[in-house]
């Protein structure tokens, strides 16, 4: 991908498309330009304009976790198995964010927690995208700013 992702070939990224292709892939976790969720961390003020971080991060997302966001597997006492990042610790109650939900467990149900070294990220992010729509993804990913206009021009 690096040897494809040449600046020539991202100067020629419709941004406007690679917005349409984070929504779809990457907003229900990560946040840009304001728009997306707040799962995973906010990409607008990382390092984004360098295309070996981009694609560290995109092709294998477990290679480098940072703590507060690796996957913990919970087992319930009812029997339930529980899979997402945990947020905030009461001492009563801990919050675990699913990829669908958020949820709010009593600490005296949760039989045992274990950390995972996995990212919740899944895997293979360009596997169902071509060529065209990995620029426009990563052309987007390292926009300084939004495209405004359909033409979506790039930085």
Do not use: W
């Amino acid at each position: 991908y690096k040897q494809k992702l040449t600046p020539e070939t991202l100067a020629k990224a419709d941004l406007v498309a690679g917005r349409e292709l984070f929504k779809k892939t990457c907003a229900n976790c990560h946040r840009l330009f304001g728009e997306g969720e707040k799962i995973a961390p906010d990409l607008t003020g990382s390092n984004r304009d360098n295309l070996d971080y981009l694609l560290i991060n995109m092709i294998d997302p477990s290679a480098e976790v940072p703590q507060t966001f690796k996957v913990s597997v919970v087992v319930m006492q009812d029997g339930r198995v529980l899979t997402g990042v945990l947020g905030r610790d009461d001492g009563q109650t801990v919050d675990l964010q699913t990829a669908q939900e958020k949820l709010t467990l009593r600490k005296a149900e949760i039989e045992e927690t274990k950390t995972s070294p996995l990212s919740l990220m899944p895997d293979g992010q360009f596997e169902k995208l071509t060529d065209e729509q990995v620029r426009d993804l990563v052309g987007y990913l390292q926009a300084r700013h939004p495209p405004s206009s359909p033409a979506g021009t790039k930085k």
